[in-house]
């Protein structure tokens, strides 16, 4: 069993008030459940009361709260930390908090956890199916059986991922689900991350740091970026940046959109330094409809859909049941977000 597959929800672990129980009567659920599934919730802790809520408004009684789960879909934390003045931990369904680390919560010590791992499976196999479109010409092949052309592209146009060096910028879970499934392909992974650990984690056969990121482009054919949007990360991928990616490199991003400078990126694509990008995210979403990044050849848009899969909400259950009974124990949390740091 792969270390994915072991443990799909890996992240840092709280430290404080580990080892003493806490007292959970009440949790608010602040995005919509279906009836079907609160009563999971409700059968797996019958001593404690579930909030709900009330259309858009925040549930009634959120001030008795010591927890709450948090989505993209609901009230403003604002004004949930506002409300909830018992609240000592949110759960956010997603990974990515840059859409909710207000001033308020980032100084707040309400602990946050995330999804980091609910969706990794499904956006690894996002990208490697971008990857291999690119490998196969799948989008001048789509463009040609919609002017129904049978038109099979020049071999030299082809490629094949084995053998080639792919970078996963972003080693957290979704970057190691990413480099154990192009290794599969018969890929050399580089990963790039804040943290390097001593020992690779599988998939990749060398891990750098950030400093060395430049160097680390200049190899690859491929580089994945997987990071979250940080004031660290934020125009990462700048003119120079994309400069030192190797020539007819690919370009992915299935972070967030405003990591890349989307006119550099343009830029290198018509110049011919790029050969592709592969663009699940974009800054702004959604894109709008005049940018010039739909109408370029090289470019492949997706619209913010890796992360969809049926079976997101299972992912999310199984890891909030665990974190639930956790919290009461007094154990660790699993995946503990660095507020500050912004993942």
């Known amino acids: 069993m792969s270390a994915a597959q072991a443990d799909p929800y890996p992240g840092p672990l709280p430290r404080a008030g580990e080892g003493a129980s806490r007292r959970l009567s009440t949790f608010a659920f602040l995005h919509p459940i279906e009836p079907a599934q609160l009563q999971v919730y409700l059968d797996a802790f019958p001593g404690v009361e579930f909030l709900q809520l009330d259309g858009d408004a925040l549930p009634q009684g959120l001030e008795r709260a010591q927890a709450g789960a948090i989505s993209w879909v609901g009230p403003p934390v604002d004004d949930i930390l506002?409300?909830?003045?018992?609240?000592?931990?949110?759960?956010?369904?997603?990974?990515?908090?840059?859409?909710?680390?207000?001033?308020?919560?980032?100084?707040s010590d309400v602990l946050l956890t995330n999804g980091s791992g609910n969706h990794a499976i499904n956006i690894a196999e996002h990208v490697l199916g971008l990857m291999l479109a690119f490998a196969r010409q799948f989008p001048a092949l789509l463009r040609a059986q919609g002017e129904r052309r049978w038109t099979p592209p020049a071999a030299g146009s082809l490629f094949e991922l084995s053998g080639q060096t792919l970078a996963v910028i972003g080693a957290g879970a979704l970057g190691c689900a990413v480099a154990e499934r192009a290794a599969a392909f018969g890929m050399r992974v580089?990963?790039?991350?804040?943290?390097?650990?001593?020992?690779?984690?599988?998939?990749?056969?060398?891990?750098?740091?950030?400093?060395?990121?430049?160097?680390?482009?200049?190899?690859?054919?491929?580089?994945?970026?997987?990071?979250?949007?940080?004031?660290?990360?934020?125009?990462?991928?700048?003119?120079?940046?994309?400069?030192?990616?190797?020539?007819?490199?690919?370009?992915?991003?299935?972070?967030?959109?405003?990591?890349?400078?989307?006119?550099?990126?343009?830029?290198?694509?018509?110049?011919?330094?790029?050969?592709?990008?592969?663009?699940?995210v974009t800054d702004p979403e959604p894109l709008p409809a005049d940018s010039p990044l739909w109408a370029e050849p090289g470019v492949v848009i997706t619209a913010h859909s890796s992360g969809l899969t049926p079976r997101s909400y299972a992912r999310y259950q199984a890891l909030l049941l665990d974190n639930l009974g956790r919290f009461m124990r007094g154990e660790e949390l699993l995946n503990l977000v660095d507020k500050r740091r912004g993942y």
């Open 82 to 107: 506002a409300a909830g003045r018992s609240l000592q931990w949110l759960h956010q369904r997603g990974a990515g908090i840059d859409r909710i680390a207000t001033p308020a919560l980032v100084a």
């Open 190 to 280: 580089h990963g790039v991350r804040r943290s390097p650990a001593s020992e690779p984690p599988p998939g990749f056969v060398a891990m750098a740091a950030m400093d060395a990121l430049d160097g680390v482009l200049r190899e690859a054919d491929h580089v994945v970026i997987t990071l979250p949007l940080t004031a660290e990360t934020r125009g990462l991928f700048s003119t120079a940046r994309i400069a030192a990616m190797k020539p007819g490199a690919h370009l992915y991003n299935v972070g967030r959109g405003a990591i890349v400078d989307q006119g550099a990126l343009l830029e290198a694509l018509r110049a011919g330094h790029l050969a592709g990008a592969g663009l699940d």
